[in-house]
């Protein structure tokens, strides 16, 4: 069974930094390429950042040069760096893993931005 748990999340002050982690179990993690979204309140679900499993990386426009995306195969983890936050990040973060039609979410981890 695949689980993916995601940690890491708080309340920061604006410019500040975050690092989050999402451990996966299943034994998915060499086969999938990872991703993290974001769902802020009133607001869809957004795409913010994925990394293949070759380590190509993609970003959203609105956090390129702020955020960075890297996997630890050793530990089954996908990691989401967050520096210069702003009040617009304030959302919940999701882990997520896809290959081909097979997907799976993370329950979540609550990032505010604030001061």
């Known amino acids: 069974q695949v689980q993916l748990v995601e940690s890491g999340g708080g309340l920061v002050q604006p410019g500040g930094s975050l690092r989050l982690s999402c451990a996966a179990s299943?034994?998915?993690?060499?086969?999938?390429?990872m991703g993290w979204y974001r769902q802020a309140p009133g607001k869809q679900r957004e795409f913010v950042a994925w990394?293949?499993?070759?380590?190509?990386?993609n970003y959203v426009d609105s956090v390129k040069g702020r955020f960075t995306v890297s996997r630890d195969s050793a530990k089954n983890t996908v990691f989401l760096q967050m520096n210069s936050l702003n009040a617009e990040d304030t959302a919940v973060y999701y882990c997520?893993?896809?290959?081909?039609?097979?997907?799976?979410w993370g329950q979540g981890t609550q990032v505010t931005v604030s001061s």
């Open positions: 997520n893993a896809v290959r081909g039609v097979s997907r799976y």
């Open positions: 299943g034994n998915i993690f060499s086969a999938y390429t």
């Open positions: 990394i293949t499993v070759g380590g190509s990386t």
